[in-house]
């Protein structure tokens, strides 16, 4: 069982920066795709961002793009999403995920818990 551990949740107001972190065990971490989705209430799962095993390519959602910054840090097994400008559509459940490169939920076979983060107006 693997287990992906994400961290750095919370409330935060219109315009705040918010800094998600994720924890995955070896081999998953440098072998699998790292990314995050998110589902906010009576919404479907949405892609967020994802960055491959070497950190060379990237997906945004368009939603997000320029506001969110996905990292990972290899040497401690940690991918990270920085969220900038957040928004009130941004509050969800935010999900960090590891699996095959791409914007499906599909691509992914590993999932954390989720960690809420909430955007007050």
């Known amino acids: 069982q693997v287990q992906l551990v994400e961290s750095g949740g919370g409330l935060v107001q219109a315009g705040a920066s918010l800094r998600l972190s994720c924890v995955a065990p070896?081999?998953?971490?440098?072998?699998?795709?790292m990314g995050w989705f998110r589902q906010a209430p009576g919404k479907a799962r949405e892609f967020v961002a994802t960055m491959t095993t070497n950190g060379w390519r990237t997906i945004y959602a368009d939603s997000v793009k320029d506001r969110f910054t996905i990292s990972r840090d290899n040497a401690k097994n940690t991918v990270y999403l920085q969220m900038n400008s957040l928004k009130p559509e941004d509050t969800a459940v935010y999900y960090c995920?590891?699996?095959?490169?791409?914007?499906?939920?599909?691509?992914?076979?590993?999932w954390g818990q989720g960690t809420q983060v909430t955007v007050s107006s």
């Open positions: 070896e081999p998953t971490f440098s072998r699998h795709t």
């Open positions: 995920v590891a699996g095959s490169y791409g914007d499906r939920s599909s691509d992914y076979d590993y």
